[in-house]
């Protein structure tokens, strides 16, 4: 019997999307709480992984990647960004972005290092900080567009401040940052030693004509910052759990040196279907099908007493549902799904002390005939 086990994480219990996707289930409810598609993979992109099987590709991959993963990878963020990461020495492949923020933060983050967060936040990257000793200094964004507020971030600066992460397109609010921040946070932190996570998972699912500003595509934002991204949201296959990290030689070998004791390599039959199938660009053209799912979704609840906020890219759509309840969202969310049959998360929890808005997520990389039941359930209200 232990009687003296201490929890790292002591106030860190299942999280919001684990609840709502079993209250879902529980009540059998359309779940638009978790971030995953329900439709099908490209049958290309599955022929191809069944190919390299069945090659015999099934052994340890190289520690950073497989390289001609890292080759197509550079070409495409030179391509949308004009940036080249050398792929042997500045790209790795990781077990999803997840591994590669909690890479990232314990290969730089020491005890009494300070972490700014902007919430609502993802909810990963707390924790870690915390895991590794730091103190998170959170900042919230401005209500009601989510925007960063330059001057209250400028506030939390201190000599402690370690590293900064920012996340465009912004998950829970679907919000882009525009070139402006980008240039405002360059200019805050030029000739200091303060890094930046930038978890840029939703890099290629961009609205209306808006343009995703990667960290990388400021000179001195891309010397000091480990960019993030996600082939399980690019390519609609999150449970294969790819991801990756392009960032500077420097902060490259340091991030190396975790990621080989804590996965070694990753999923190699994967790696190499992917590198195949992103060399065609088109593959990578998938904003505008989202686009169409928000704004169906949309057109499907217009009359309703839900309230759309702006959604500029993610898959997420924030609705404000103050004209129907007074319930706190997480009461309200839980209400939503067992009597209406209709999950979504609350935007609450992505807080560090809830605040609430009266505001819901709901993921719409569901398919047409699912996105138009849950809205009619909705309309309902
Ligand atoms: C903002 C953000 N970062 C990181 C992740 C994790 O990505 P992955 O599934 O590749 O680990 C997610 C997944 O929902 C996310 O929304």
Not at 25 to 42: C, E, R, T, W
Not at 97 to 103: D, F, K, M, P, S
Request: glycine fraction near 4%.
């Amino acid at each position: 019997m232990l009687t003296n086990l201490k929890s790292k994480l002591p106030n860190t219990s299942a999280s919001i999307f684990s609840v709502m996707s079993s209250l879902a289930a529980q009540h059998n409810a359309i779940n638009l709480s978790q971030g995953f598609p329900d439709f099908p993979v490209d049958d290309d992109l599955l022929k191809l992984v069944s190919t390299y099987l069945k090659k015999g590709y099934n052994q340890y991959a190289p520690m950073p990647g497989v390289p001609a993963l890292r080759q197509v990878l550079s070409d495409i963020i030179f391509k949308d960004n004009g940036f080249r990461y050398d792929p042997d020495t500045e790209i790795t492949i990781t077990h999803g972005a997840t591994q590669a923020i909690a890479t990232a933060i314990s290969s730089t983050i020491r005890e009494g290092d300070e972490v700014i967060i902007f919430t609502p936040a993802y909810d990963c990257y707390a924790p870690m900080v915390e895991l590794n000793g730091g103190t998170p200094i959170f900042v919230q964004l401005e209500q009601p567009d989510y925007s960063i507020n330059w001057e209250t971030f400028k506030k939390q600066i201190s000599h402690r401040t370690k590293m900064v992460v920012l996340n465009t397109p912004h998950n829970p609010s679907g919000k882009v940052l525009r070139k402006e921040d980008l240039e405002q946070l360059q200019e805050l932190v030029q000739g200091s030693d303060i890094l930046i996570l930038a978890d840029e998972v939703y890099e290629q699912i961009i609205f209306d004509g808006l343009t995703h500003h990667s960290v990388c595509r400021f000179s001195d934002l891309a010397s000091r910052s480990f960019k993030i991204g996600s082939f399980g949201k690019t390519l609609h296959v999150t449970g294969w759990k790819l991801g990756y990290c392009a960032a500077p030689e420097i902060l490259t070998n340091e991030f190396r040196k975790i990621h080989q004791y804590q996965v070694f390599s990753v999923n190699t039959p994967m790696q190499y279907a992917i590198a195949d199938y992103l060399v065609d660009e088109n593959n990578l053209k998938i904003a505008g099908a989202y686009q169409q799912r928000r704004d169906l979704f949309l057109e499907a609840l217009s009359g309703s007493a839900f309230k759309p906020l702006s959604s500029q890219g993610t898959y997420f759509q924030l609705l404000n549902y103050s004209a129907i309840s007074d319930k706190n969202e997480v009461d309200f969310a839980k209400e939503l799904t067992i009597k209406q049959g209709v999950a979504a998360i609350p935007i609450s929890v992505f807080y560090h002390i809830p605040q609430e808005n009266q505001v819901l997520r709901f993921c719409f990389a569901k398919s047409e005939e699912t996105l138009l039941k849950a809205a009619k359930l909705l309309q309902s209200l």
